[in-house]
């Protein structure tokens, strides 16, 4: 069964530090407004799988990944938002949403 990716974006309100668990190396990129759309430059490297801590300033950021991830915010105030496929990331929602699980091909996304 082939796995869909779960993308996932990150409203960061306020200077945060969050921890983020993943099982594969995922790209962590930063969304920057650029004509009518937005672009994702590069942000560091590879995040290693297991649980890496990582200080984000206010802005959005992006990642996708094959496999189940968990997010914990430590301080700072982020938005989430989740969803499966290759449409354009959407808009970050307060409330933490998870992947759709369908037929177990979808990565499950929480939020603590």
């Known amino acids: 069964m082939r796995k869909k990716s779960l993308h996932v974006t990150l409203n960061v309100r306020e200077p945060s530090t969050v921890d983020l668990t993943v099982a594969e190396r995922v790209q962590l990129d ?12 590069r ?8 649980v890496t801590t990582v200080a984000l300033e206010p802005g959005r950021y992006f990642f996708k990944t094959l496999s189940d991830a968990h997010l914990k915010v430590v301080c700072g105030g982020v938005d989430i938002a989740s969803h499966s496929g290759k449409d354009v990331p959407p808009e970050p929602r307060t409330a933490a949403s998870k992947g759709d699980g369908r037929l177990g091909e979808v990565p499950m996304f929480t939020v603590q």
């Open 43 to 50: 942000r560091g490297g590879l995040l290693r799988p297991d």
């Open 30 to 41: 930063r969304l920057v407004p650029s004509g009518g759309s937005c672009v994702a430059p």
